[in-house]
């Protein structure tokens, strides 16, 4: 017999769950147990159907497909906006706002302006009963089976609502939803979206729910359309506000500013904090804050005269393609580089982008000269979204060559079956591969030698005083003195790196002999071993010798290390000719060798202290201790313990009902770690601490 409370317990607890994650930003357990609870949930309902709750968090997952959308007549039509796009108009619009009360101060409700897809989700009894899009303002599209999908829009409303609620708001897909669905599209070889609103547009007009909930999309609420049956507070703020107790998710920067000099402020502030936001947003909406204001206001033939819509300069621009340069990275690929006429977006000049392979191009339906869009939306580096096909000269457009040798060294190049990239087959012998392995081998995370730039490692490779890594550490001060840095030139006399600069190479270099084992792993250069992949490495074994000898199985067990990455690795410990620089680097018996000394993992910068130079922050409550012990037991490994969020911030360890914090965190792409793995962490590297 079905436990019928155990059932409603579920549901409730999980919608609770839900609510905190969305709307609160405040996940009260981790994504592993809402799973949990949600496959206990399954299997009653599977097991009885007839105790499917309206409410039930199962019902996101979909209904049946259907072969169009219905056709909905929005009895309030979705307004749309006047724009704006400087000071001076702002300044005009607060005089009109302000003249209207009697040169009053006005009071505003500022928010971010998403950039997504405005649907109206009504309520009635507190059950979404009809989500729709806004279609041409006064007839949309029924896509309620979809928005059931989406974990953000709350099946039922809690506590005070209006019997009746039409609520606006913006469906859209974070950024690092996108950027993960793109990465996934690229290796898949299917297409990616050229920017997060189309993405969240193509998603939620899916004619079968099961697409539409397979995709991270997420919804913010941010006006009321009609209620009947209740009561609303009468401001704009208070609404949302009130509507984030109902459960619907508002964005967390709205504010209530006053005078022309509060909504300059709110441009700016949320201008600059634009590239950290994990979503796109094209400006800042600026509304009359008072509802009796806003009603005597009224609208025009298309816009609400009492709000407007303070546009962004944009992060897409068009751009002409001069042409595409082929890269070779440190593993052989090829990766196509488009030459653009320098263009300003996303507040920086933008002269070359990322074409990421040879099926891009294709998908792109990219030609030379063509006229494209660039995007470039926070720290992302600069894509090329779309060709304006409209603005193509077929006189002028030529097809795009993919070389068939590599740029570099001539060898062929090759693209393994199922592979999107297309490698150079040279590999130590391309002058390019040698040089970023060099460059990768030197940068920060690796061996960490300072003063070795791209010019003089090119210069170092084209001239053969190098010819594989361990090569670096046979380097005299007269080897490097010679450089030259700049040929002869129109009476300039050619420059050379000079004694004192090579004097400091030299010393960098021979620093570099002890190093710990974690960035010893990272600095060969293993595919798809990052800086965190090393660690792991150097976490579960002793020593080099150990994970040279690992084989699959053993590697695949480890944490976030999966089949590919796994043979990645023994691929790599079986090559020869890696055999043979590990050989040349750290033999200690051999006089030629490098000799360099591999440390253990702990030792990093030979202190005692592995999180030396961190800054980790705690938020909420920590069953194992109290906040106090948790942070000088961090301090003792050397970390430092502040009590705020920044850029600084290494990571947020996360207890139980977090609070601002954690928010933050999240919009700044701080690293979040749960207690579990914290503890996990902190004995483990308490204990070799132990050992030493
Ligand atoms: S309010 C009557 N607030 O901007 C005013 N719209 O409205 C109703 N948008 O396509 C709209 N962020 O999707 C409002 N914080 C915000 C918004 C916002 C984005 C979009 C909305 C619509 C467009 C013009």
Known sequence: MTDVSRYRELVDTLNRWAKAYYV?????????????????????????????????????????????????????????????????????????????????????????????LAVSLIY?????????????????????????????????????????????????????????????????????????????AGSLRQLDPAVTASRPLTFNAYYVGEYEGGELPQTQYERLMSLKEMGLPVNPNVKVERGERGLREFY??????????????????????????????????????????????????????????????????????????????????VSSATLHNEDEIRRLGLKLNDTVVVRRAGDVIPQVSAVVLEKRVPSEAKDIVFPT??????SKIERLKGEAV???????????????????????????????????????????????????????VSDLASLMLEPEKEGHK?????????????????????????????????????????RTLATHFSSLDEIMKADLNTLMNLPDVGVVVAEHITDFF???????????????????????????????????????GRTYVITGTLSAMDRNTAKERLQALGAKVSGSVSRKTYAVICGSDPGSKFTKATELGVRIIYEEEFLNKLSELEGLRGRI
Not at 306 to 322: G, N, S
Not at 590 to 604: C, K, M, N, V, Y
């Open 24 to 116: 609160d930003d405040n996940p009260l357990v981790p994504d592993s147990e809402y799973d949990r609870l949600y496959r206990e949930l399954e299997q009653i309902e599977r097991a009885d159907p007839s105790v499917i709750a309206q409410d039930s968090p199962t019902h996101r997952i979909g209904g049946a497909p259907v072969s169009a959308f219905e056709s909905v007549n929005h009895r309030v039509p979705l307004m749309s906006m006047g724009d704006i796009f400087n000071d001076a108009e702002m300044r005009d619009f607060d005089h009109r706002m302000s003249e209207f009360q009697g040169g009053a101060e006005v009071e505003y409700c500022a928010e971010p302006k998403l950039d997504g």
């Open 124 to 200: 009635r009894n507190g059950l979404l009963e009809r989500a729709a899009t806004r279609g041409d303002g006064r007839v949309g599209e029924n896509i309620t089976a979809n928005a059931r999908t989406i974990r953000a829009i709350p099946l039922k409303l809690t506590g005070k609502y209006p019997a009746y609620l039409d609520v606006r708001g913006e469906v859209f897909m974070p950024r690092d939803g996108f950027e993960e669905w793109n990465k996934k599209a690229r290796e898949r070889g299917t297409k990616p979206f050229a920017n997060p609103r189309n993405a969240a």
């Open 268 to 349: 700016e502030d949320i201008l600059e904090r634009r590239p950290t936001l994990n979503y796109d947003i094209d400006g800042v909406v600026l509304k009359v804050n008072s509802l009796s204001i806003q009603e005597r206001m009224g609208f025009t033939a298309k816009n609400p005269r009492w709000a407007i819509a303070y546009k962004f300069p944009p992060e897409e621009m068009m751009t002409k393609l001069l042409g595409v340069e082929f890269q070779v990275g440190r593993t052989g690929a090829i990766t196509p580089v488009a030459r653009l006429r320098p263009v300003y977006v996303g507040g920086a000049t």
């Open 405 to 410: 040798v590599c740029p570099e060294c001539g």
């Open 422 to 476: 297309a490698r150079c087959t040279g590999a130590l012998a391309c002058p390019a591969q040698l040089r970023e392995g060099i460059l990768h081998f030197v940068s920060r995370d690796a061996m960490d030698i300072e003063g070795f730039g791209d010019r003089i490692v090119e210069e170092l490779v084209s001239s053969g005083k190098i010819r594989s890594v361990a090569d670096l550490y046979h380097l005299g």
């Open 494 to 534: 050619a420059r050379f790196l000079g004694k004192t600069v090579a004097a400091k190479l030299v010393a960098a270099v021979d620093k570099s002999r002890k190093v710990p084992l974690n960035r010893f792993i990272y600095a060969l250069g293993i595919r798809e071993v990052g800086a965190s992949t090393a």
């Open 574 to 612: 079986r090559e020869k000719r890696n055999l043979e620089i590990i050989r040349e680097l750290t033999d200690p018996e051999d006089l030629f060798s490098a000799r360099i000394e591999i440390t253990p993992l702990e030792q990093a910068g030979g202190s005692l202290a592995p999180l030396d």
